[in-house]
């Protein structure tokens, strides 16, 4: 399975994003995804993930109520709004092993290359 992140780019604060990831088989159709970002000098973190289904979501609490994710036709979205600077930061997404959500990162199996965001002050 290969996946491609993408819609990443430079914005200021305050402003928006989508990015979208694209799976190059259907077999993404019976797992969650998840999105996770990597800034420089961090470790990945998990931002959000959905199920299989799209009827579960989870959140990290640094974007709930600023991110949404979404999913349909082999593809994740993840709609981006009021970004912050401590948003910077490359992102991936990911497909699960199960078809839930998880925010465990270990519970992911196959990673796309990732998407770059960075928010000016």
């Known amino acids: 399975v290969q996946l491609q992140a993408s819609g990443g780019g430079l914005v200021q604060a305050g402003g928006s994003l989508t990015l979208s990831c694209a799976a190059s088989?259907?077999?993404?159709?019976?797992?969650?995804m998840g999105w996770f970002r990597q800034a420089p000098g961090k470790e990945r973190e998990f931002v959000s993930s959905?199920?299989?289904?799209?009827?579960s979501t989870i959140y990290a609490d640094n974007v709930r109520g600023r991110f949404a994710i979404s999913r349909g036709n082999a593809k994740v979205y993840l709609q981006m709004n009021s970004l912050k600077p401590e948003d910077t930061a490359v992102y991936y997404c990911?497909?699960?092993?199960?078809?839930?959500?998880?925010?465990?990162?270990?519970?992911?199996?196959?990673w796309g290359k990732g998407t770059l965001v960075t928010v000016s002050s």
């Open positions: 990911a497909v699960s092993r199960s078809s839930y959500a998880s925010r465990d990162l270990s519970s992911y199996q196959y």
């Open positions: 088989r259907r077999t993404s159709s019976n797992n969650g």
């Open positions: 959905i199920s299989w289904r799209g009827g």
